[in-house]
């Protein structure tokens, strides 16, 4: 391990790159990342880097927002099989005629989709931004919003709105039992629940707090209890426990006891797939100019209103 660190110092002064990696990464990336963060905050310093190559330690449709924002470029993804069921889950042919069906409606759509859903909608949200995002809308104004139900319901409850949702979900995060985590609570009496709104409203409903993996993050290093039950996929941990090493950090566990709340997307990324990556300058992301420019527009407008 050590030698492929000292391989990826060396490779990224070479090529002038940067690693950007997500909170979901294995331990080693986000370790030898140039800068961490949850959607939002990773979209915005993929728009600010000097750098000439950006290495996007996440899935494809995070490499695909940096490339979105920085064409000029050279975006690479350690595994270009790393995908997202939430962005999988909305096909843009079939989007696109659910949207004209609504055409009455503004469309927002969740980060977590790929960059011909973001070119049929009018602004995207992040976990972070999301409510923010909605009640920029006029209050009369009709919303859908796509692809993750879950979020959208959370958003809805919350804010009282009534928008349209896209049956969308997080193969990660509506795997957590509610059961499993209850008698967690209850053998844990004084930890605190966080969970990500990607999750299901009966796992939300038992939450301390709700929030992204930043707020998740800085929620455990703020609060004073010594005990936490997170609820989100458990790469997040590693940093909540640097912050706070003396902290108690358990993951909610999936309804059948399996280690489905790993999301496998995520951790198809490796050193080595990285090292590779920075020698050979592929995987890299590449994105029809006009389709770009179409992305681009609802995605500006959030990074404007953030
Ligand atoms: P965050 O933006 O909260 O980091 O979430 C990203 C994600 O994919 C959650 O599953
Ligand atoms: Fe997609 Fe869920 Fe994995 Fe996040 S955790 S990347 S939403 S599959």
Same mark, same amino acid.
């Given at each position: 391990? /050590? ?18 990696? =997500? ?47 920085? *064409?000029?470029?050279?975006?690479? %993804?350690?595994? %270009? ?20 069906? =609504? ?5 927002? +759509? ?23 995002? #909605? ?14 139900? !879950?979020?959208?319901? !959370?958003?809805?409850?919350? &804010? ?8 969308? +979900?997080?193969?990660? =995060?509506? @795997?957590?039992?509610?059961?499993? %985590? ?14 990500? *709104? ?31 039950? #997170?609820?989100? /996929?458990?790469?997040?941990? =590693? ?22 709340? @790993? ?15 920075? /020698?050979?300058?592929?995987?890299? @992301? ?18 404007? &209103?953030?």
């Amino acid at each position: 391990m /050590e030698d492929l660190f000292k391989k990826l110092v060396l490779l990224k002064k070479e090529r002038n790159a940067v690693i950007l990696a =997500h909170f979901y990464q294995d331990d080693d990336i986000q370790d030898v990342a140039d800068f961490m963060g949850d959607s939002l905050a990773l979209a915005q310093k993929a728009q600010k880097t000097d750098a000439d190559v950006i290495l996007f330690c996440g899935v494809h449709f995070m490499a695909e927002t940096a490339k979105i924002l920085n *064409p000029s470029k050279t975006v690479l %993804i350690p595994d %270009i099989e790393a995908g997202c069921s939430l962005a999988d889950s909305a096909k843009p042919d079939i989007f696109r005629e659910w949207c004209k069906k =609504h055409s009455d409606h503004k469309v927002i +759509s969740y980060i977590n989709c790929s960059a011909e859903t973001k070119a049929l909608s009018d602004v995207i949200c992040t976990s972070s931004n999301a409510e923010k995002i #909605v009640n920029s809308f006029p209050k009369d104004q009709e919303l859908i919003f796509a692809p993750d139900k !879950y979020l959208g319901s !959370y958003l809805n409850k919350k &804010l009282n709105k009534n928008m349209k949702l896209w049956n969308g +979900s997080c193969q990660v =995060h509506e @795997i957590f039992s509610e059961k499993e %985590i209850v008698k967690l609570k209850e053998r844990h009496q004084k930890s605190k629940i966080l969970a990500h *709104p990607e999750c299901p409203e009966a796992i939300l409903n038992r939450a301390d707090y709700i929030g992204s993996t930043t707020g998740i993050i800085k929620f455990s290093s703020q609060d004073s209890s010594e005990t936490f039950i #997170v609820a989100t /996929e458990p790469g997040v941990i =590693h940093q909540m426990k640097k912050i706070s090493p003396k902290k108690n950090f358990i993951p909610a566990p999936s309804t059948d006891g399996c280690a489905c709340n @790993i999301c496998p997307h995520m951790k198809l990324n490796t050193l080595e797939k990285m090292v590779m990556a920075l /020698e050979t300058l592929t995987p890299e @992301i590449k994105m029809d100019e006009n389709l770009r420019l179409k992305a681009l527009k609802p995605l500006q407008k959030m990074l404007d &209103l953030s």
